[in-house]
């Protein structure tokens, strides 16, 4: 493929056909407390897949934050949540993820791409400070580093955010080093429409576009979400209300 195609329309293919696959297999994985148990294929499939040049920058990083980080960041906090947490076994855990993420990879591009990702970063960090407000009892401090619910967080949102966060970056502390990672990866914004089929994905909601006479509404076309038809008009979602009848 990389022979036949540049390497921005591999990047759409796979941006389009490839990455919501990795999404829906990433979000099952199950984030195992005993990182001995933990199956790792999924994750080092996503490696691979962009070691090898078939997946820009952008995806591969929102893949990681926005469906593997969440659930462990779940996990993580659950555990220490507990009456007696085993702190050895936790700090393993953190250890052994931490490790996978960052350092899974030989290839330094990969490497520095996910070390200088400041979401990435933070979800470490913030898993060092959870584990240190458990390690000294601060209940309080505990529970406001509560993370979000993975149910709540997906690919599609992270990535339709990031290149406002880099901007908002570059504006803070222009970096050369950045620039030239971002060259190899460029922005993949995602549409609103996206979003929710993201949502859909996650919660096993079906989202298919209508056929037939009644597939248009005002030159917009209509899907069905579940069991309701729906329509986007810019960033607004329309829904249609039952008819009376029932029809």
């Known amino acids: 493929w990389k022979k036949l195609f540049k390497e921005a329309t591999i990047f759409e293919l796979t941006s389009n056909s490839v990455c919501p696959r990795f999404s829906r297999s990433l979000a099952r994985v199950k984030i195992d407390i ?6 790792w294929e999924h994750l ?7 070691e090898k040049g ?14 593997v980080l969440p659930a462990w960041a779940h996990v993580l906090h659950s555990a220490l949540k507990q009456n007696d947490p085993v702190m050895n076994a936790i700090k393993t855990f953190y250890i052994a993820w931490k490790g996978h993420i960052f350092y899974h990879s030989s290839n330094p591009r990969v490497q520095l791409i996910l070390r200088s990702d400041s979401m990435v970063c933070r979800y470490f960090f913030g898993g060092l400070k959870t584990i240190q407000a458990a390690q000294e009892s601060n209940q309080s401090l505990l529970d406001s580093l509560e993370p979000p619910h993975p149910t ?3 690919y599609r949102i992270s990535l339709m955010r990031r290149p406002k966060e880099r901007t908002t970056q570059n504006d803070k502390q222009p970096s050369a ?5 971002e060259q190899k990866a460029p922005a ?3 549409s609103f429409q996206e979003v929710v089929e993201a949502f859909a994905t ?6 298919l576009p ?5 597939a248009m509404k005002d030159g917009k076309s209509v899907f069905m979400f579940g069991r309701k038809q729906i329509y986007f008009d810019k960033n607004v979602l329309f829904a249609f209300r039952p008819r009376a009848n029932g029809g």
């Open 34 to 39: 005993d990182s001995s148990k933990q199956d």
């Open 44 to 50: 080092h499939v996503l490696y691979d897949y962009f």
């Open 54 to 67: 078939l997946m820009s920058g952008d995806e591969f990083v929102s893949l990681i934050e926005g469906e």
């Open 152 to 154: 709540d967080c997906n």
């Open 177 to 181: 080093v950045n620039a030239r990672v």
């Open 188 to 190: 993949n914004e995602a």
């Open 202 to 207: 996650q919660r096993d909601i079906t989202f």
């Open 210 to 214: 209508k056929t037939g006479s009644n």
